[in-house]
């Protein structure tokens, strides 16, 4: 979805402004200073890269939900909602393990992480976030395996150092959305010296029911609560050297997976616990030698917990299921300017995930407890070593980008039921831009790469119900390969900014479901057995187009169009769950430096277009998804300390399901904000 319009940061101060902040301003599509793209620090309109950029002010006035909220108005990405606590971001028709998230530089992809749809990135609070960046069509060769489809970076706040001794600040934010299906509080505090700047704070949510469009109606056992707290230090080390440290925890409870009990074959399926731990440290120097002009050392920790608990309509029997991921990562980068005109980034890079899973099953009626095999080995591990080289050389008109990744990935699981087994994959990916400059204004970007996702411990080893499927193990698969090529123009001016792409991704030894047998048996309680091959070849394919237009120095006009079309070559179908057409328009009207009016309209296209896959998910219509309009407006006012926004969404209740959700979308509803800074 289209956003509001990038106002500058002068939007944000007190009274003193004046009315027309745009006058002497650029906007900011194509202005942006990224550091995904190249690991390093690099202008958007410079990079040949497709790259979309969410930043903090953007943030603030959207007040989202939850992350996949922010990232559904973000160019070229698509989001899918299986559940009103989960959402998976599609980039170029590549959801699941196949994007790659990041947070603060750090892989957040573990080796459980799942096929298609999940729910991980609904553990990342918003409300902590800075900026998000994300790359379209690449990111392996930077960051390795799962990139296939792209990249997804959020960056947390960062607190900031004063000149003006020590300083205490921190915020009050509370949102409320109508029918009770939001109900949010945070309290923030900070503390910054010269060489010492702190931050942190909670942050409590109680998400109700969906209360969805047109005559659907309130959407029952869909609500839950969260809970998240963070923290963070900086810390100067003379004048070179700086050390940070950071803490976040999400906390999820008793979230429902609507669309297993809406089916009515279950009474009861909810991740009855969902926890995302993070803590790391990093160590950056600056220094006056060329080749090692920055050093970064960062060392991290993540614990991912997820139980599901179900019941079957009509049975006593409970099944509790724990899977629990610790990950320590440890990454070493050095970025080098050999010459005015030559930049570098290299590193190397080692993960390591350690997997306990398990279940028990007892009665309602009886305190008996009976273990079985989790949906994973107990105690399985992944290792993840890659080393890596990017380089950027920077001509008068052209720029080149060229860089080369070497991965390797093992994983250890010690399957009693199948046999233990260890395979270790590796792969080598590199990649090749260019950016013709043809004026000040345009440039002219055609990229290459090859990207590669390594099977992980889901893929290999999972066996129980996955949703409409009895999955069962198959340890002989080996990494998913793509190649991407694409061209685009980048323009930028006073007035009008915008950016076209078109790409084409080939990929093989897709690792797809195939029906198959266990023990003999097609079925197991009734329920389809598949297994996982390397027998997949594809092609995607597609266009994207974001444009803004400033028409008048208060009147922003802002549009964005994906078309992304995907063909299961092996299978000669579609491939599954591929996005419609869909895009989003916008008028932003800058009443004066503290009333800002915003409307947008988001539309998506019928998606008919339906793999066997498609066919068989109960999340999605016979005959397709239908194609559906949504508008909203809202209005946010600034004054010195206060910032209030309100704003109505699907102003005119169109029942709507986004393409392959097992929700429906909220109706017509209304959300206030508030926001007071100490």
């Given at each position: 979805m289209c956003i509001?319009?990038?106002?500058?940061?002068?939007?944000?101060?007190?009274?003193?402004?004046?009315?027309?902040?745009y006058q002497d301003s650029t906007i900011f599509l194509n202005q942006e200073i990224i550091i995904t793209a190249q690991r390093q620090k690099s202008a958007t309109f410079s990079v040949a890269e497709a790259v979309s950029v969410l930043n903090k002010e953007k943030l603030s006035y959207l007040a989202p939900m939850s992350m996949p909220d922010a990232l559904a108005t973000m160019p070229g990405v698509w989001m899918q909602k299986t559940n009103h606590g989960g959402g998976?971001?599609?980039?170029?028709?590549?959801?699941?393990?196949?994007?790659?998230?990041?947070?603060?530089?750090?892989?957040?992809?573990?080796?459980?992480?799942?096929?298609?749809?999940?729910?991980?990135?609904?553990?990342?609070?918003?409300?902590?976030?800075?900026?998000?960046?994300?790359?379209?069509?690449?990111?392996s060769v930077q960051y390795g395996s799962d990139a296939i489809g792209g990249v997804v970076q959020m960056m947390t706040?960062?607190?900031?150092?004063?000149?003006?001794?020590?300083?205490?600040?921190?915020?009050?934010?509370?949102?409320?959305?109508?029918?009770?299906?939001?109900?949010?509080?945070?309290?923030?505090?900070?503390?910054k010296s010269e060489k010492t700047a702190v931050s942190g704070g909670f942050t409590s949510k109680n998400l109700g029911d969906i209360r969805a469009g047109g005559d659907i109606g309130k959407l029952n056992s869909t609500g839950y609560k969260e809970y998240s707290m963070d923290f963070k230090l900086l810390q100067k080390v003379g004048k070179n050297h700086l050390?940070?440290?950071?803490?976040?925890?999400?906390?999820?409870?008793?979230?429902?997976?609507?669309?297993?009990?809406?089916?009515?074959?279950?009474?009861?399926?909810?991740?009855?616990?969902?926890?995302?731990?993070?803590?790391y440290v990093k160590w950056e120097v600056n220094t006056s030698n060329k080749l090692f002009s920055q050093i970064r050392f960062t060392q991290s920790f993540q614990n991912s917990l997820e139980i599901r608990t179900k019941q079957k309509s009509n049975e006593n029997t409970i099944k509790e299921e724990e899977d629990q991921v610790n990950t320590l990562g440890s990454v070493f980068e050095v970025i080098s300017r050999p010459s005015d005109i030559w930049s570098v980034s290299s590193g190397v890079e080692y993960y390591q995930d350690n997997v306990n899973s398990s279940g028990v099953e007892y009665s309602q009626n009886s305190s008996e407890r009976n273990g079985y095999r989790g949906l994973y080995p107990d105690n399985s591990s992944a290792g993840n070593f890659a080393v890596y080289s990017l380089h950027t050389i920077e001509l008068p008109k052209v720029d080149f980008s060229l860089g080369g990744r070497y991965n390797a990935v093992w994983?250890?699981?010690?399957?009693?039921?199948?046999?233990?087994?260890?395979?270790?994959?590796?792969?080598?990916?590199?990649?090749?831009?260019i950016t013709y400059k043809m004026s000040e204004k345009y440039h002219l970007v055609g990229s290459v790469n090859s990207g590669f996702r390594a099977p992980n411990i889901n893929d290999v080893s999972s066996f129980g119900i996955a949703d409409f499927r009895y999955e069962v193990p198959n340890y002989d698969l080996n990494p998913e390969k793509s190649v991407n090529l694409e061209i685009g123009m980048k323009s930028k001016s006073d007035r009008l900014s915008y950016n076209l792409y078109f790409y084409r991704n080939s990929l093989k030894d897709l690792i797809t479901n195939v029906r198959s047998t266990y023990n003999g048996q097609s079925t197991i309680d009734g329920v389809q057995v598949y297994k996982r091959v390397n027998v997949g070849s594809a092609v995607l394919k597609g266009v994207e187009s974001d444009v803004e237009y400033l028409i008048t120095p208060k009147l922003l006009a802002q549009a964005n169009l994906t078309y992304t079309h995907g063909q299961n070559v092996s299978g000669d179908e579609p491939m599954r769950r591929i996005p419609p057409f869909f895009g989003s328009m916008g008028l932003f009207y800058h009443v004066s430096s503290r009333l800002k009016?915003?409307?947008?309209?988001?539309?998506?296209?019928?998606?008919?277009r339906l793999s066997n896959g498609d066919i068989d998910d109960d999340r999605i219509a016979d005959g397709g998804t239908p194609s559906w309009n949504t508008f909203e407006v809202s209005a946010h006012y600034i004054r010195s300390r206060v910032q209030a926004q309100v704003g109505i969404k699907n102003l005119f209740n169109e029942a709507y399901r986004t393409h392959g959700s097992g929700v429906d979308g909220m109706g017509r509803s209304l959300w206030i904000s508030f926001r007071l800074n100490l």
């Open positions: 509001f319009c990038s106002f500058v940061q002068e939007v944000l101060a007190t009274n003193h402004q004046t009315d027309s902040v998976s971001p599609f980039i170029r028709g590549l959801t699941g393990y196949q994007t790659l998230l990041l947070i603060d530089g750090i892989r957040f992809n573990n080796t459980t992480f799942r096929s298609g749809p999940n729910q991980y990135l609904n553990t990342i609070d918003p409300l902590i976030t800075d900026r998000i960046e994300v790359i379209r069509g690449q990111g706040h960062t607190p900031e150092f004063s000149s003006q001794g020590v300083v205490w600040g921190g915020y009050l934010y509370s949102k409320y959305l109508s029918s009770d299906m939001e109900k949010t509080g945070r309290v923030s505090l900070s503390m050390f940070s440290a950071a803490y976040q925890r999400h906390l999820q409870k008793d979230v429902p997976l609507y669309h297993k009990l809406a089916s009515g074959e279950y009474s009861r399926y909810s991740f009855d616990k969902q926890q995302r731990d993070l803590a994983l250890t699981v010690p399957d009693e039921l199948f046999d233990q087994t260890t395979i270790s994959p590796s792969a080598f990916v590199g990649n090749a831009g009016l915003n409307s947008i309209w988001a539309h998506a296209g019928k998606q008919d």
